[in-house]
């Protein structure tokens, strides 16, 4: 492990949280003006095993890949392969069925098509087909006009900007991560990781149902959500215990609990699903936000207009406000950043991927102990803090 001087108070504050028992394993990385300052790990990859978190060991980060998704669309814009402000089914024609024509790829980007839910059960033998799946997105209707709202797209972001990408490239979005970002960059990151990266993999332990309410049941998680939105806090929490709710529709297909062990299991590591499919370590996620703020991946101009906020408020998903560029997360309720040039994306459960281009920072947070608040990990955030009180 190493840690710079200047970022000794990150050190303490990963260490006395792997003490206390707040974190099973967990992993974080910190690069200033491109020098890797903070390389940490620790704890238990597995807690049934015992197996020991190494320098090398990665983990799921959900929705962290939502953001390195978007990038890869946004590689395509610069070569003149996609318009992002025109039409999805310019390069998607069977998309304009059902009133779609003018849903953008902008609209994919910043949550506010209207199609956060495959309304139709996705059969796990259809897991892996991720073209199968957006053609189920393609033949619904809208939920609410596009452009006129947003709401969290959890898992369908994915097949459906996937599914552009695809349309344009004949690739997948795991296929263009391998060979545009992560293997020229030499980047410990995969969207579908094979069986030998699989074999390493932290197993992520489920968190306990949220609950409402910051009695002696709730953890301090819990509690300090709800101490600053006690209401809305209240609200995603019914939301979430309801399996109907547009929520849990919107997280629960594909279902991952539909196989053993859920995001454990080897072929949901394997498929990559570009909205929640990425294997990473905390160093390779840091590493992501480095080169990308570095002008690695994208000209600068364009990282500055996709990172501009496009959509603010109120989501119709998971109810706290959101903040989106486009596929960045900007800072909110839901993403709540020390400064204001921030942005990245979370993953379920608590992992944190985060380029900060004012501060030169790049930031990775991975962890197998899943966050049993409605609101966000906690421990991640107590480390970020750490490093801006370190600058």
Known sequence: MYCDPRFARVREVFERQLADGAELGAAFAVHLDGELVVDLWGGVADRHTSRPWEHDTPAFAYSCTKAITATVLLQLAERGLVDVRGAVADVWPEFAARDKGAITVEHLLTHQSGLPVVEEPVPVEEFGDLAAIAARLAGQAPLWEPGSAHGYHALSYGFLVGEVIRRVTGKSVGELVSAEIAGPLGLELWVGAPDSVIARTARLQAGERPQ????????????????????????????????????????????????????????????????????????????????????????????????????????????????????????????????????????????????????????????????????????????????????
């Open 212 to 391: 409402t309410g910051a009695g002696p049941a709730a953890t301090e998680e819990q509690a300090e959500a709800e101490k600053a939105v006690p209401t809305v806090v209240a609200e995603m929490a019914k939301a979430a215990l309801d399996p109907h709710s547009l929520m849990n529709r919107a997280l629960g297909n594909p279902g991952m609990h539909r196989l053993k062990g859920g995001a454990n299991h080897p072929a949901i590591l394997r498929v990559g699903w570009p909205a929640a499919g990425v294997v990473t370590t905390a160093r390779g996620l840091a590493g992501f936000y480095r080169s990308l703020i570095a002008g690695d991946l994208l000209r600068p101009e364009t990282l500055r207009d996709a990172v501009r906020p496009r959509v603010d408020g109120p989501d119709r998903v998971l109810f706290l406000d959101t903040s989106f560029g486009l596929g960045y997360m900007r800072p909110s309720m839901t993403f709540p950043m020390p400064s204001g040039t921030a942005f990245g994306h979370s993953g379920l459960g608590g992992s944190l991927g985060i380029g900060d281009p004012e501060r030169g920072l790049g930031i990775g947070y991975v962890m197998n102990r899943m966050a049993n608040a409605v609101s966000g990990n906690m421990r991640g955030l107590r480390l970020v803090q750490a490093v801006y009180d370190s600058l």
